[in-house]
């Protein structure tokens, strides 16, 4: 007979949701009862929206628990452990039977995410045992030469997951073409996205992939040394990856000869971000290596030819790495086999916002947002009303509604105005004001730019400034043109992609959205009720009872009116804070 | 862009609080590395919590950097610190996803329960109020951070009780 296994998901979104409390409890149950089961972590399925997740394993199959507290944990152990039956209205996902999430779990394709919450990430051993190393093996057995590695890398039509999209294939060809007694291969673990998260879940929940992956490119491209930099805000994506390096060299998977491949020598070291968007960038991601400040060059010379330390480099994306293992052991046919003509293979994505089930979800490429909103994401929260979804981060755009049947590919996305990006998706509803949003963005790569540029450092300030004042009500006629205006001159005339894309969040909703824009500028009024000095706040005589909590509640005294009278807001001194309006109990308030 | 200034302050008064030797591991490790001054940077704030001006010209003194060079570094990337901070960061998540949830109204209660503004610190230095671009919990939004614990699903109300918590049980250590 196994042994039943109980797993806990401690990836930072289950310690975040408590996961750690709840592997205590039950860690504390196990040792004071003396139960015969194996406990064990792992990280994130992607399912953040019902953790902590607690899996049991026992001879009769899989069960998912969802939102296990610590009560959750008592009751679950108790139950199907000790009285071997399991606690059904718990369960969230098992193969025994449809559950609550088996839509979520069964509508996906996991090649990126093979692993991530089926093992323990900080075990080089169970990486191994899911096929772990044998692409690298496989390689070296079959003594597969360079130029082959690269041509099923090719075929497999895998494009890069950082955001460009660019073949990876022929990232690597154009490296292994420059000769070169030194040369390197980088991971960009920087995801400035702010509002995506999947690299950092790859990171936690299958460090050795990545790993894998990059060891992979070195081969094919003859590289000697490894960097992979990671951003300093995914603490435990740092330590997970140096329990992983260490593994591997204790395994002599890194080092010298690695393999048995007699000349091949590598390894591979962190470098911790230090804050600044712009090093997602890669030749600012070099210079940041390099110890200096992280500015953009120009290209070229592209870092095939010139990159770290003026040596021939490559640069990928966590996720592109993740992927290259499978595609050696399975083929680039077999990969190629998902997607559309242009997109192969699948894409992450980290669904945020308003949207029901909030998590991380791998889908083939050519699935329409509508199916990765509503399908998979279980649709919008409170049931409001879907309004757009934003990919691409502060270089994309807001997708509307009306175009929720685009399908997930890199042209199609790119025909909206968005980007594929690197994955966010932030869902919005109608609560969710689009120049708000706009405005947002513009904040961000304002604050981002390395100042390089002109029209990147002073445009979009110019622009947040315009933005700024739309919000607040004092929108002039004139201001959308003098937006589009701006927005040309910035995308023409910035040297990298921060600039060149920085408008792009401003395009897209004049584009989609202009009547919202307009109703700020000209009738000084917020559709969505978000920009606070467009709002009135007033008394609905029918729904007051006199309570008086408003009244003193009101920072500046605009409330007055008598016990169990009718109350009034004197709208001369209102502030428009929202006081009111939050702590009245009666929904007395109108918010226009 | 981002622009921080060196912060002035009386020179013997730094010169007292600042014990150099705490630097000389840090600057055996790093001083013959390429690329050495992110790490030196980060590794003198990790022990100061900040860079005072003397850890600069020690260190420039000591590895051959220009100060001109590490200033340019210094202030460029958003984790250098020119000033002190509390003894706990709170880093209020600003990501797209924390935005749209009203991470605003978390940012405006600490505010008010802390009386302090955003970039401040409490008057007894425990705490600094910080917002952040996305700590990558984005499905937990809105999201703080304070020292390596992430608290999701906030409300205003409950962030500061939250910090008030935190400030009982570190009046207790006391
Ligand atoms: C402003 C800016 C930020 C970027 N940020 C990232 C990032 O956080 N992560 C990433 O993988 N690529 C980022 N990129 C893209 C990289 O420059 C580069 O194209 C990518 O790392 C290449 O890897 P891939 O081909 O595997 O996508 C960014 C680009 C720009 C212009
Ligand atoms: S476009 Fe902006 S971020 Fe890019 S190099 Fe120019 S100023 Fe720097
Ligand atoms: S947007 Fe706040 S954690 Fe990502």
Redo the contacts with the bound molecule.
Sequence with gaps: MTTTKVIVGLGSCGIAAGAGKTYEKIKALKDSENLGFELKKTSCVGMCYREPLVEIIDETGSYLYGDVDEARAIEVIQKHINQHEPVKDYIVYTDLFPAAESDYMDSQVKIVLRNCGYMDPESIEEYELREGYKAIRKIADEKIMHEAVIRTILDSGLRGRGGGGFPTGLKWKLAYGNKSEEKYVICNADEGDPGAFMDRSILEGDPHAVLEGMIIAAYAIEATGGVIYCRAEYPLAIKRLNIALDQARKKGYLGKNIFGIAGFHFDIYIKEGAGAF?CG?ETALMASIEGERG??RKRPPFPAASGLWKKPTNINNVETYANVPWIILNGATAYAKYGTEKSKGTKVFALAGKVKRSGLVEVPMGMTLKDVIFKLGGGIKNDKRFKAVQMGGPSGGCIPEFLAHTIVDYDSVTATGAIMGSGGMVVMDETTCMVDVAKFFLDFTQKE?????TF??IGTKRMLEILDRITKGEGKAGDIEKLEELSHQIKEN???G???TAPNPVLTTLKYFRDEYEAHITAKRCPAKVCKPLLTYTVIPENCTGCMVCARNCPSNAITGEKKQVHLIHQELCIKCGACFTKCKFSAILVE | MRISRIYKKHEEEIVAEVDLSRLDHLIEKYRHKKGNVIPLLQGAQEIFGYIPPIVFEKISAECGIKLSDMYGVATFYAQFRLKPVGKLIIKVCHGTACHVQNANEITEAIEEGLKIKDGETTEDGLFTLESVACLGCCSLAPVMMIADQTYGKLTGTEAVKIIKNIRIAESKLN
């Excluded at chain 1, 730019?449 to 540029?453: E, I, M, P, T």
């Design positions: 712009v960038e500015m953009p730019s390395c100042g390089k540029c990147c450092r910035s040297l990298c921060l600039g060149q």
